[in-house]
């Protein structure tokens, strides 16, 4: 079976820190372009950072340039987002998505269920 299954989430302090990871069964990620997309309450879906194939090419909104990396790790089939700094204004359900080229809108072919992220004092 074919699965995304993201984990890290968590509620955090500004200026804190989270690792989200995302690991891959039932397919490898070698060959798939990585992304983590977030959706707030109320609001759409929005790209927050993607990364090739090869990891030459990492994309990352504005909104969290500087502040998130993204990683791939194909040996463990897993791909981190690594959050720091972290606003009340990023928090939402994070996921993660597999597909053919690294874009900040899509399409991809596999998505995670989701891992919430609370940002809150």
């Known amino acids: 079976q074919i699965q995304l299954v993201e984990s890290g989430g968590g509620l955090v302090q500004p200026g804190g820190s989270l690792r989200l990871s995302c690991a891959a069964s039932g397919f490898t990620l070698d060959d798939y372009a990585l992304a983590w997309f977030r959706q707030a309450p109320g609001k759409e879906r929005e790209g927050v950072s993607c990364?090739?194939?090869?990891?030459?090419?990492?994309h990352y909104a504005d909104s969290v340039k500087g502040r998130f990396t993204i990683s791939r790790d194909n040996a463990k089939n897993t791909v981190h987002l690594q959050m720091n700094s972290l606003k009340p204004e990023d928090t939402a359900v994070y996921y993660c998505?597999?597909?053919?080229?690294?874009?900040?809108?899509?399409?991809?072919?596999?998505w995670g269920q989701g891992t919430q992220v609370t940002v809150s004092s």
């Open positions: 998505a597999a597909g053919p080229i690294a874009t900040m809108t899509g399409p991809y072919d596999y």
């Open positions: 990364i090739s194939v090869s990891e030459t090419h990492t």
